[in-house]
């Protein structure tokens, strides 16, 4: 069974504070790592993609792998009220037949309160 | 550069009638796919497609359900017959190359929310 891991929360985290979202996954084949934020009846918007373990850094964003371990995580520095949306973690995965999937995570609320 | 476009984005349609929704993807995307979320839950896949192919229809169902992305125009996904479970978000994504890859970054259209009454 090929899973993507997240906490449905909500987390609650105070303005300015640093916000941490974590997700694990089940194949350890996977390459391709997203993550999206989705405000209430919207549509999901990409705003980080990783591909190497490690850290990448866009804006107050920070997106962390670590494939050994299967685990992608996203930092949210100086969180804003208006960070307050659900987190979708995604990944890449491979199946038999060599074709590829993108996998969602069911979610993480965030709410960032003043 | 335009975003991925859906039509229409909201559909009433009442039980036995026929649903149609359109996908254009972003300019230079050839990658389009369909992904149903139901009210308070994930998203889940349902069709991906290349010009005039289907890759994967895996998450569709295999009864009602039909999509295809022809050489010209945009990524049609069909519900025949429609029945009140089908009442959810259909979003679009399109992505510059194929999943697995480098350039498989998907980004969404805004969604129809289709209404079985």
């Known amino acids: 069974q090929k899973e993507v891991e997240q906490n449905s929360g909500p987390l609650s985290v105070p303005e300015g504070a640093i916000a941490s979202l974590n997700c694990t996954y089940s194949?350890?084949?996977?390459?391709?790592f997203f993550w999206y934020r989705q405000y209430s009846g919207k549509s999901p918007e990409l705003i980080m993609s990783?591909?190497?373990?490690g850290d990448k850094e866009d804006g107050r964003f920070t997106a962390q792998l670590n494939k050994a371990s299967q685990y992608v995580s996203l930092l949210i520095r100086d969180s804003q009220p208006s960070d307050s949306a659900t987190y979708l973690c995604a990944v890449n995965q491979v199946f038999s037949g060599g074709y590829n999937k993108l996998i969602f995570g069911a979610g993480t609320r965030l709410a960032v309160h003043p | 550069n335009a975003g991925v476009m859906q039509n229409p984005r909201h559909l009433v349609r009442r039980r036995g009638q026929e649903a149609r929704l359109r996908c254009s993807p972003m300019k230079g995307h050839s990658h389009v796919y369909w992904y149903r979320q139901l009210p308070e839950e994930g998203l889940k896949f349902m069709v991906y497609?290349?010009?005039?192919?289907?890759?994967?229809e895996s998450g569709m169902p295999k009864e009602r359900f039909s999509a295809e992305f022809p050489k010209e125009g945009p990524s049609i996904l069909r519900i025949q017959q429609v029945v009140r479970g089908d009442s959810a978000a259909y979003f679009c994504?399109?992505?510059?190359?194929?999943?697995?890859?480098?350039?498989?970054?998907?980004?969404f259209g805004p969604g129809t929310r289709l209404t079985v009454t």
């Open positions: 497609l290349q010009k005039e192919n289907i890759i994967d």
């Open positions: 990783i591909y190497s373990n």
């Open positions: 194949d350890r084949v996977s390459q391709s």
């Open positions: 994504a399109s992505s510059p190359g194929p999943p697995g890859t480098s350039r498989d970054e998907q980004y």
